[in-house]
Structure formats: C-alpha cells, structure tokens
C-alpha cells in the first residue's frame, strides 16, 4: 500500500492549481517536479521541467474546482492521483474541464511529481 494520502495529494494539487491562479505555476511546479517529469497537456503539448519553470506570469485561472478524486496506489512511495477538474479564465469562452491525472513519488522524504496528463471532456 501507498504511503502517500489521498489527503496530502490533494493538498498538493489545490497549491498548484492556487499557483495558476496567482500567475505563479513555474515557481511552484519547477521544485515539485522531478528532473526528468514532465506535463502532458489537452492540446498536445508536452512541457518538461525547464519549461513548466519558467511557466510565472503567464494569465492565471480566475477559479479551478476539483472534484471526483481517486487515488492508484502504486507501491511504496508512489501513486496516482486522478480526479475532475472545472476551471475558469475571463478569456476562455467557458470552463475548462478535464479529468487530471498526477503522478507522485516520495524521493529522500520529499514527494515529487513525476508526470501530469489533462484528458479533455466532450
């Protein structure tokens, strides 16, 4: 079984989430992550850490809501943390709303997360 929590994921995804919000993601992402992790986002892209760093200032969320979370133990020290995610920006036409997954490692005490993937909802 997992020694990461559901709770102490979740906690970790609402801090970033609040860092896209207050335009501020490559400050918090950059040090999370870990050498070779990466973002794979709704449109394609995929971001390695050097890029998601320098991710500050860019238009942030006005709001985000996650809901639906579910956690896949995957051994010690690693799981998945998937859940929905309803976020809004003033320049969006409506919300964004996908299904998240993160992928998380406890490595020399601190959890890193290893790998992010968007899958958009139609």
Do not use: H, K
């Amino acid at each position: 079984m997992s020694t990461l929590s559901m709770d102490e994921l979740l906690e970790l995804e609402t801090a970033g989430w609040q860092s896209l919000c207050e335009s501020r993601g490559g400050s918090f992402y950059g040090p999370l992550m870990t050498e070779d992790g990466l973002f794979v986002l709704v449109n394609g892209a995929i971001m390695n850490r050097s890029e998601i760093a320098g991710m500050d200032g860019l238009p942030g969320w006005d709001s985000f809501e996650i809901t639906n979370c579910r956690l896949v133990p995957l051994g010690e020290d690693a799981a998945i943390l998937v859940y929905r995610s309803s976020s809004t920006r003033e320049d969006l036409p409506g919300p964004f709303e996908a299904i998240m997954s993160s992928v998380y490692r406890r490595i020399e005490g601190e959890i890193r997360l290893c790998l992010y993937q968007q899958t958009a909802l139609s």
